[in-house]
């Protein structure tokens, strides 16, 4: 059975898919047919359901119920794995934690990397009267704003661990400020895979997403050529950052903390969106 299989080529989403796509791990008569892009051209695609398996940010995720049902393997989840808000220069201490300066924030131009991604809904649950914002691929984010295009920026991904270097100044760290009030992990994204698909497939799919990841583990810290091949411009330490940051126990299996925390953010996606409805389809597979 060939299905398609969509995920970003950072070193998080790499690392999991490594074993799986080159035949490391068990395939059970499996193939797959992979196309690695920015997370948020796989959200677009998300709501097209143009994939049978993608990687997805959760608000995707949650606008593609109809469509897509979320595997127990393979998210990224955690404590202090949230987005980060940088400017050029240091702002007052309160308008970095969303205090008595709010509104000057409010006027500036936001750098976001995309529309549907979990920094953009943990940016607005910050500061949700910020209204000019400019979405972009996130990797174009840093020199947005050193170049003056944009005021701030929200960075995800490697550029966690290498703006600085550019003399660009943290903010606020948008994950803390979602853990601080609502008590719980921040769920950035997950795997997702068409409703279309029966439930003893997709159940199969998992099992080998885990076993891939677990071989991963046992491997790690080498980095597989895989791996570098798709962060050409990173070190091995920026790489291992990043695995290390985005990957973890959550990505094995979600578990009852995990899945919760999903439920959280899904629960607040509603509200400010207004959508009242009752789920009618389940979250989980």
């Given at each position: 059975?060939?299905?398609?299989?969509?995920?970003?080529?950072?070193?998080?989403?790499?690392?999991?898919?490594?074993?799986?796509?080159?035949?490391?791990?068990?395939?059970?008569?499996?193939?797959?047919?992979t196309v690695l892009e920015d997370?948020?051209?796989?959200?677009?695609?998300?709501?097209?359901?143009?994939?049978?398996?993608?990687?997805?940010?959760?608000?995707?995720?949650?606008?593609?119920?109809?469509?897509?049902?979320?595997?127990?393997?393979?998210?990224?989840?955690?404590?202090?794995?949230?987005?980060?808000?940088?400017?050029?220069?240091?702002?007052?201490?309160?308008?970095?934690?969303?205090?008595?300066?709010?509104?000057?924030?409010?006027?500036?131009?936001?750098?976001?990397?995309?529309?549907?991604?979990?920094?953009?809904?943990?940016?607005?649950?910050?500061?949700?009267?910020?209204?000019?914002?400019?979405?972009?691929?996130?990797?174009?984010?840093?020199?947005?704003?050193?170049?003056?295009?944009?005021?701030?920026?929200?960075?995800?991904?490697?550029?966690?661990?290498?703006?600085?270097?550019?003399?660009?100044?943290?903010?606020?760290?948008?994950?803390?400020?979602?853990?601080?009030?609502?008590?719980?992990?921040i769920p950035l994204g997950g795997?997702?895979?068409?409703?279309?698909?029966?439930?003893?497939?997709?159940?199969?799919?998992?099992?080998?997403?885990?076993?891939?990841?677990?071989?991963?583990?046992?491997?790690?810290?080498?980095?597989?050529?895989?791996?570098?091949?798709?962060?050409?411009?990173?070190?091995?330490?920026?790489?291992?950052?990043?695995?290390?940051?985005?990957?973890?126990?959550?990505?094995?299996?979600?578990?009852?903390?995990g899945r919760s925390a999903i439920?959280?953010?899904?629960?607040?996606?509603?509200?400010?969106?207004?959508?009242?409805?009752?789920?009618?389809?389940?979250?989980?597979?």
């Amino acid at each position: 059975m060939k299905l398609t299989l969509g995920f970003s080529p950072c070193p998080n989403d790499t690392f999991i898919f490594d074993a799986l796509i080159n035949k490391k791990t068990r395939s059970e008569g499996f193939q797959f047919e992979t196309v690695l892009e920015d997370v948020e051209t796989l959200n677009q695609w998300a709501l097209e359901g143009k994939l049978d398996i993608t990687k997805l940010s959760f608000p995707a995720f949650f606008q593609s119920l109809d469509k897509y049902v979320l595997l127990d393997a393979g998210s990224a989840l955690g404590k202090g794995v949230g987005p980060l808000l940088i400017s050029r220069s240091k702002f007052p201490a309160d308008t970095a934690q969303g205090k008595n300066e709010k509104p000057l924030l409010n006027e500036k131009t936001i750098a976001l990397p995309g529309i549907n991604t979990t920094a953009n809904l943990l940016f607005s649950f910050a500061y949700p009267e910020a209204r000019q914002k400019k979405f972009m691929i996130f990797s174009a984010i840093e020199d947005s704003v050193l170049n003056n295009e944009a005021d701030l920026g929200v960075i995800i991904h490697e550029n966690r661990f290498t703006y600085q270097q550019r003399g660009l100044h943290k903010l606020m760290d948008l994950g803390d400020y979602w853990e601080s009030k609502m008590k719980t992990p921040i769920p950035l994204g997950g795997i997702a895979i068409s409703r279309a698909i029966s439930k003893p497939i997709a159940l199969k799919i998992n099992v080998l997403i885990r076993a891939s990841l677990e071989y991963a583990f046992q491997n790690y810290p080498a980095i597989s050529a895989y791996v570098k091949q798709h962060s050409q411009s990173l070190s091995e330490e920026v790489m291992r950052q990043h695995i290390d940051l985005y990957v973890n126990s959550y990505s094995l299996a979600l578990g009852e903390e995990g899945r919760s925390a999903i439920k959280i953010l899904y629960d607040w996606y509603n509200k400010v969106n207004n959508k009242n409805d009752q789920v009618e389809k389940s979250l989980f597979l």
